[in-house]
């Protein structure tokens, strides 16, 4: 497999739900374009693809909506069939949304629905019989990648057919999964306080995450105990079922469906007419208002699936299989059109996954993405593993994305160590990162951490990242992604990072200190990513090898095999095409595969263990509740290999051993674990290692493989210090070519799209056209990579400038990805535009006058080392032809769909909205905190701009969040952006609603934008509009002219996250068309007066929108509807908040002495030092008039004013 095999006790483990709050699958994607989609199957993909139809219900429709969805293991097929079940029911209308939450989460069942499942299950098993039968369906929309899923499932949904009794195996499962929830989570669970706040958010305040912490206990108690009037849902039992009983399986916790859907509208104040809003709410308690919101949420979803379906607008293609081997046999079929890849479906096994051939012998099915979804897949094997096998299915668009949910501390910490050298390698981002900004809040959760909740002993305070990746080079304008390395850099980085790597694990026996159950790397992984690597930078796989062979022997990890070729991204080794003497290898006795006339490199060995000897080790597994990795070993040469396939049965053989059609089979048992048969082994070895050991007295042995499971348990079992298993000797294995169920591949091995051009082709002769070569710095620990532009002056004029020792040459940084070389007064200007950021402080300039051409070198940089990132917040990129807009790290969404907040004089109300100042103020990280404190302090005259652009445009978000919401001070929803040095405003903004955007954590401006433009004001068109704007509330907001750049830049990304209009080809100012000279940018352009978005958008307001005189008749026709979302600071770059402020917020803050807000003097009569309270919230205190003004910019971020004043 590609990623080591591990035994785990509770493999068997069926989990009802996901403790993540329903996700859109194409939040990252722009509206109306078709939607190419591949997931891995969890207990929650019928929850976000219902979810993801459901939210783009009103918008522009897609083309298509296609999902590939792979599951794995057992309980892979389990919730392929539990999420088609519950499919066909809803395409079937007589079904409810009621009855379809009850059969989809209950355990237990009334009559009815019970009779209604089971009724499906058996007409789903007819239909079933064959892929034809099945096609010919009215479910023909969901669809199976290959026969043996449908075969799979079919199983399953036969199994629903048998009345379910509530017998003493399944109560013993439910029994021992009250007790293992007990001793993980403890008595109430309360390690669910995190994912409570996720459902919650924004609003985990006012006693929400309490109240769905409390329906969560009750609905796992309600899963766990029998209930009398109701039978057990076949779903559950089925999934729970097993003869072995030491197999231990359990229900997961928690059960709770409330946990994946977003509740912070049952708490919250709502307009009469806003979405999800509870009738009568006031009457109902928190329990009652959060089960109603989420089935509201249910109900709406669930006729958009129906809808869709419909329609035929979605496609769900399901996968029985291990996903790694899955995608890499989808990339050989893309490659070579084969049907297999070598690769075998499952971990235990022999079975080869085949593709179905009417699917995708034409090219019918997909195999290029735009989203790769691998949720949790990157936590457990990894999440460079995830980016490796997502990149090579993935587009080559701006706005395709690879998404890895993840625990990281830091970011270097998510790539081994090395995120920031692999990323530039692999080509691949976060969009958050660079950008150091995103609206997707955490706020909840890390506020969650740090309460007396929290259930973590060690003090860490992780939270889940869902991170976002794309192209690096797609997300730069004028980047070609032209990337090279050098055979040498890219080998002793490589093995440097993976020697580290293996060495850590060998020798560490703190499982605290792991990143995961067991390691995520084995040498053909190891291969894979290599191959991967040099095909994107344009390397030969052999070359680099090459290099490999000549270090000295104690730079080699040993993560690479010189004779085993190409494994990896395929199953099955690649020939080298050497012809082999073996005749000469072996003096006497010569063994059988001599005669082979085709001889491989590499051969497959092949043994068995006695069932009693694995059996002792798989019992202690499960006593003792830890992972079971293994490994073979040949003791004398010191050889280990995690690399190894098994499965248990009885091995036969097909033809004689010195034939070449020589093979090895398997009758496989599948009880699996479960069973009594001998386990079979089967591993590939080097022919050059196997020559070395026929004859001799050498041995295999089957061993455990992880230092600290063998210390705490297996070396007592096993009796021995090397932990082994079992041992044979190297005359008594079976030697074939290939593993038990493999074929030889016809095609040559995978490519990917390379970041460069191959070597022997031609290069890119223009003058002003940059290469790129990554190589090691020297200088940097950790072996990170440095990049190199270099452009060849070929022009005469460039050249005589460039010989002239007398001409001046410099660097001046332009944007933060190009560097200009400039020679003399700007005669000659040579861009280098990077795929990544680049400081010119740490840049180095090369001028080769002789041989003409200059180079820059740039060391890797962080996000706060580039001061010009400052400005780069909310950036967008056009697809061309298209000329569509992609936003990189804000996500879209459906305002119509979302609830309104009420914002009216209601002192209930008021105080049930005041979230809204804690949730906009976290907006300034800890970091920019303390730059505004260090500002106002040096300033007692401050005017409110910074010299940081990206602090002012925050302080104006922050503005408009708290006026429109009338938290402090006066209310309006009227904003002018106004710049006085460079022409006065520039835009309008006006705030029709403050929307719960749930999904993302946070809220968000329902507003429409009025961008002034000089042929507008000219025009005079909305002069009598303007006059009476005059006559209103308005706040104007003061910036320069940087942050009205940056209004400008954002502003795409605005208007295009709620885009219901379709960009009109013809006329849209975005789409680059045939003989136009000029390259075409987002915004439009940044110069006053000039258009900064396309007028497509222009006029497509809601009715009704804006309540003013003469909006609609002049106004609305000029203006655009935009989401505008706080803008928090990437967890990925910096702390979003202060640990201690984190304390306070959360209720954890020890009592301390009173000090001034302001000078943190702390207050003593005897010293004259006398503290007044803030006399609006009567809580911050300061020691003069003088402190309060200077202190208020940031007080007013957490100034609520209290009771006493509407009582007055």
Known sequence: MFTPTTHHPMAGSFASVDITPAISLTRDLPQGMSAYILCLVGPDLAHHLLFTLGSEKGLPLRKRIDVTACAEGEQGVHQIARNILIFTLIIDSKTTSEQAWSIYYD???????????????????????????????????????????????????????????????????????????????????????????????????????????????????????????????????????????????????????????????????????????????????????ILETAKMQWASWVEAFREAVGKKRVTVRFAAADFFSFCWTLKRNKDHGELEAGWFRRDIGFEILRLDEGEYADGKAPRDFDVVDTGSLADDKGVLNALVTGLVLLKKLPSATIYTDCYAKNYEAILEGHTKSFSLLLGLTPAEYWTNSTSVAVIDEVLATFSERYAGEDGSRNVQSRLAWKWNSLQVPGQKDQLQVGAQDLILFFEGVFKRIFKAYEVSQDNSKRRGLHHHFHFSTASAILWVLCDRLGLGYQEVMDEYSGLPADLRAGCLHLDIRGWGSCGVPEPSGKIRALESLFEKDPPPFVKWTNTPDSVAITFTVPAEKWQLVAQCSRDEGIPLPLKVRIPEAEFEYTNYHLSFGMVTTVNSPDQDDFAVQVDEDKEGWSGSSNMVVSFYLPLTVVAGFIGSEMSVSLCTADAFYNKLAYKKVLGNPDCEIYKVSLDKVLISKLLPGQRSLQGGTVSVDSATTKMGESKITSSMSPMFTAQLDEKAEGNVFQVVGHIDVISD????????????????????????????????????????????????????????????????????????????????????????????????????????????????????????????????????????????????????????????????????????????????????????????????????????????????????????????????????????????????????????????????????????????????????????????????????????????????????????????????????????????????????????????????????????????????????????????????????????????????????????????
Request: hydrophobic share 35%; with cysteine.
């Open 107 to 289: 355990a237990w069942l009334a009559n009815s629905d019970l009779t209604a499942l089971q009724s499906q299950a058996k007409k789903l098993a007819e239909l079933s019989s064959s892929l034809e039968t099945w096609y010919s369906s009215p479910y023909s929309q969901l669809r199976f990648c290959d026969p043996k899923t449908l075969e799979l499932v079919r199983e399953v949904w036969t199994s629903y057919t048998t009345s379910p009794e509530a017998g003493d195996s399944f109560h013993t499962v439910l029994e021992r999964s009250q007790q293992r929830k007990e001793e993980v989570y403890g008595q109430e669970g309360q390690a669910v306080v995190t994912s409570s706040a996720r459902s919650c958010a924004p609003l985990s305040v006012g006693g929400l995450v309490e109240a769905l912490a409390e329906l969560t206990e009750e609905n796992w108690q309600n899963a766990v105990k029998k209930e009398e009037k109701k039978k057990p849902n076949p779903v559950f039992v089925s999934a729970l079922a097993c003869n072995d009983v030491n197999q231990k399986r359990v229900l997961e916790y928690p059960t709770d469906p409330l946990i994946g859907f977003h509740l912070a509208s049952s708490n919250a104040p709502l307009t009469p007419l806003s979405p999800l809003r509870i009738e009568n709410a006031d009457r109902k308690d928190i329990k009652e208002r």
């Open 797 to 1208: 004029s460039g050249r005589s400038l460039l010989a002239d020792k007398s001409v001046p040459i410099k660097m001046e940084q332009v944007s933060p990805f190009t560097i200009e070389v400039v020679c003399g007064a700007r005669e000659l200007v040579l861009p280098i535009v990077f795929s990544v950021p680049i400081s010119k402080e740490k840049c180095a300039l090369r001028v080769a006058r002789k041989s003409q051409y200059v180079e820059v070198v740039a060391s890797l940089v962080k996000p706060l080392d580039v001061a010009q990132l400052d400005t780069r917040i909310l950036p967008s990129m056009l697809i061309q032809p298209s000329g569509i807009p992609a936003t990189l790290n804000i996500p879209h969404l459906n305002l119509d769909n979302l609830p309104i907040l009420s914002i009216d004089e209601d002192e209930d109300e008021d105080s049930r909205i005041k979230f809204l100042t804690t949730l906009t103020s976290l907006i300034f990280s800890g970091r920019e905190r303390r730059l505004r404190e260090e500002v106002t302090q040096q300033d007692d005259d401050y005017t409110g701009l910074g010299s940081s652009p990206r602090l002012n445009f925050k302080e104006s978000l922050f503005t408009m969040f708290m006026l429109s919401s009338g938290l402090q001070g006066g209310q309006t929803g009227l904003f002018a952006i106004s710049d006085p040095k460079n022409g006065g405003i520039h835009m309008l903004l006006f705030v029709n609603a403050i929307r719960v955007d749930g999904p993302h954590a946070s809220v968000v401006l329902d507003a429409a934008i009025l961008p002034f433009t000089q042929a507008l004001v000219d025009s005079k068109e909305l002069e009598g509009f303007l006059l009476l704007i005059r006559t209103l509330e308005c706040c104007t907001i003061t910036v320069d002219d940087e942050e009205l750049k940056m209004w400008k830049k954002a502003l795409p990304a605005f208007v295009e996250r709620c885009r219901t209009w379709e960009h009109n080809p013809k006329t849209c100012e975005y789409v680059a068309r045939a003989g136009e000279k000029e390259h075409k940018t987002i915004p439009l352009s940044l110069k006053e007066g000039e258009q900064v978005i396309c007028s497509c958008g222009q006029g497509r307001l809601p009715q009704d929108f804006i309540p003013l005189p003469e909006w609609d008749e002049s106004a609305a026709k000029y203006s655009t509807r935009v989401a505008i979302s706080p803008v928090y600071a990437s967890q990925l770059v910096e702390d979003i908040i202060d640990p201690e402020l984190a304390r306070g917020l959360a209720g954890g803050n020890e009592k301390r002495p009173e000090t001034c807000r302001a000078c943190g003097k702390v207050e003593d009569p005897e010293e004259g030092v006398a503290l007044k309270k803030c006399m609006r919230c009567l809580k911050a205190k300061y020691c003069s008039a003088e402190c309060q003004k200077r202190d208020w910019r940031k007080h007013r971020m957490e100034c609520e004013e209290v009771e006493e004043h509407h009582r007055k």
